[in-house]
């Protein structure tokens, strides 16, 4: 899978801070405040944006591993991390599930990834967890809603064209898309984690009207390629929802979901 832009990475960052449910945090902070020594490895880390949301609220004493593909994403993340004896950084392929080390983690971490992966992924971590004893914060991943102020007549053939392009191949076998935090749950529960899930949707005004505008500009090419309709549909419904970017009552939201499993 190859690693998003980092441009693109630090736009969204703060919108999905603000999304993130904090009670599944605050969860998962009492469940490292009971260890003697905490350690996350975070998984697809980008530049680090999980760190940077949850380490003020978990245990001072927490180490960190952060994994990406990407080296100049690792780069990013440890030019913002500074000099932090508990942080380090490794590149991995993700799809080397096996290779992940798991020996000395508590809990993994992952924002934004599980929409990403197949049923086969979900399968394969959920066993390897399992086996090291290791809990999974799983946040924001996609779940299929998207809606808009005002509407369109085609808001919802948009979002089901994009629905079914995210459950395409993105590296990681066929995704899940929209079922991603849905099947993460069904095979942690399968091999005995106790498992919530809240809600994290984007909600985007005005004051975020610079992600807003990349959003829909992100989502032409997946529309393109999902839909058999004229592209001149596509692009007027996306001038029209840019146009409304920043109008009176305007908004958008985007659903997503966080999950939080911990060995039973």
């Known amino acids: 899978m190859s690693g998003f832009d980092k441009d693109w990475l630090a736009l ?6 603000a999304a993130r449910d904090m009670g599944l945090v605050g969860e998962l902070a009492t469940y490292l405040q009971g260890m003697d020594r905490s350690f996350i490895l975070d998984i697809g880390c980008g530049t680090g944006s999980t760190l940077r949301s949850l380490q003020d609220h978990l245990p001072r004493r927490t180490g960190w591993l952060l994994l990406d593909y990407d080296p100049l994403l690792l780069e990013e993340a440890s030019r913002r991390a500074g000099t932090n004896a508990n942080i380090a950084f490794r590149q991995h392929d993700l799809n080397d599930i096996a290779g992940l080390p798991l020996e000395e983690a508590s809990v993994v971490t992952a924002s934004a990834l599980f929409d990403l992966c197949s049923e086969e992924f ?9 086996a090291a004893g290791c809990g999974l914060y799983a946040a924001l991943n996609y779940d299929g809603v998207m809606r808009w102020s005002p509407e369109h007549p085609l808001d919802g053939q948009m979002t089901d064209l994009f629905n079914r392009h995210q459950r395409t191949d993105k590296g990681f076998g066929p995704a899940l898309g929209p079922d991603a935090t849905a099947s993460l749950a069904k095979h942690l529960m399968a091999r005995g984690f106790t ?3 809240a809600e994290s949707p984007w909600r985007l005004d005005e004051s975020r009207a610079a992600l807003q505008a990349e959003f829909l500009r992100g989502l032409r090419q997946p529309l393109l390629e999902a839909s058999e309709m004229p592209d001149t549909a596509i692009d007027e419904w996306l001038e029209f929802r840019v146009a409304a970017i920043g109008t009176q009552g305007a908004s958008c939201l985007v659903g997503h979901r966080d999950l939080l499993a911990l060995p039973g």
Request: hydrophobic share 50%; proline share 0%; net charge negative.
């Open 195 to 197: 498992v919530a899930t």
């Open 122 to 130: 979900c399968a394969a971590l959920a066993d390897h967890l399992a």
């Open 12 to 17: 969204r960052e703060t919108a999905d801070r």
